[in-house]
C-alpha cells in the first residue's frame, strides 16, 4: 500500500511540475539534511512549490510540457535485508502506472542502484515515460525521476545522464 501511495505522489509531482509558475534558478543543489547533491543542467529552474523531501528541477518549456527531474526520499527507513523486497513491491506498483522495462543495475554516487523506465498509462500522461532509479544509502532509499516525452528521449536521455553522473552523497 505504502508502495501505491509514492507512486501516486510521483505522478503528483508530475502534475504539479506541469502547472508551477514560480522556479528558481540555481547552481548545484545540495541537500545537507539528506544528504546528497548533484548538478542540473544550467537552463533547468528549480521547482520551490513542492514539499520536502521532494526536489525538482524543469527544463524549458517543449510542446507543452517541461521535462523534469526529481529526487524523492521515502518516508520509512529500509532494513539492508529487506533491500530486495522493497525494490520488488516498487517495480510491483509501477507496473500498474504503465509498461515498465525490466530493471538493471548500475551505481548512483559510488553505490549500487537500480534503474528502470516506466512508459505512463495515464490520459494525462500521454506520450510521457519516466525514467526511474533507486539506491539504497544509510538505511533511505533515494528515488530519482526523469519524465519526459518519449517523443524527445534522444535529447534529454543525455541531460539525465549528467545529472545521474553528477548526483553524489555528501556524509
Known sequence: ??????????????????????????????????????????DWLRVESLPSPIVAYKAPM???FATNFS????????????????????????????????????????????????????ASAKGLEMRQVLCFYKRRAYELTFTLPIAQRKTYDPMCDKILNSFQFTK
Open 1 to 42: 500500500m505504502r508502495r501505491v501511495l509514492w507512486v501516486l505522489g510521483a505522478m503528483l509531482a508530475v502534475v504539479s511540475l506541469r502547472a508551477d509558475k514560480k522556479p528558481v534558478q540555481t547552481t548545484r543543489y545540495e541537500d545537507k539534511n539528506l544528504n546528497y547533491s548533484f548538478q542540473p543542467p544550467k
Open 71 to 122: 529526487v524523492n526520499l521515502h518516508g520509512v527507513q529500509v532494513d539492508p535485508k529487506k533491500e530486495t523486497a522493497f525494490l520488488e513491491e516498487t517495480k510491483k506498483a509501477y507496473q500498474k502506472e504503465g509498461t515498465m522495462t525490466p530493471i538493471k543495475q548500475i551505481t548512483l554516487g559510488g553505490k549500487p542502484a537500480f534503474t528502470w523506465r516506466v512508459t505512463l498509462k495515464l
Open 62 to 64: 517543449k510542446t507543452g
